[in-house]
Nanobody, 130 residues
Framework: QVQLVESGGGSVQAGDSLRLSCLAS????????MGWFRQTPGKEREFVAA????????YYTDAVNGRFAISRDNAKNTVYLQMNSLKPEDTAVYYC???????????????????????WGQGTQVTVSS
């Protein structure tokens, strides 16, 4: 089992940057593919970014491509989301999630589907004002 704790959210101005961190428990973190999702009230959880277990491949939703960067440090059991040039529409609760290596689905095909992730953090609020 994996427990996830996000940190780094806050209130910023448009154009500012934030770095979110997600600290995972457990010695098997390096085996998990990881994703960042976000959610606003009344809307479905939305894919933001994902990274495979080795860090060798990353994926982004079009809305953040070129502004956000996902990375991981397996030695520290941590995945990061560097968010630059923030916009008011980036305002949301951000969640990190772990995609179990035991799943048969090819991650490169399903990384954006939040329902396939097995473990979730509690979320961290990001608020961007204009």
């Amino acid at each position: 089992q994996v427990q996830l704790v996000e940190s780094g959210g806050g209130s910023v101005q448009a154009g500012d940057s934030l770095r979110l961190s997600c600290l995972a428990s457990g010695r098997t973190f390096s085996m998990y593919n990881m994703g960042w999702f976000r959610q606003t009230p009344g809307k479905e959880r939305e894919f933001v970014a994902a990274i495979i277990w080795s860090g060798g491949s990353t994926y982004y939703t079009d809305a953040v491509n070129g502004r956000f960067a996902i990375s991981r440090d397996n030695a520290k059991n941590t995945v990061y989301l560097q968010m630059n040039s923030l916009k008011p529409e980036d305002t949301a609760v951000y969640y990190c999630a772990a995609y179990s290596p035991s799943r048969g689905e090819a991650y490169s095909r399903y990384y954006y589907q939040w329902r396939l992730y097995d473990y979730w953090g509690q979320g961290t609020q990001v608020t961007v004002s204009s």
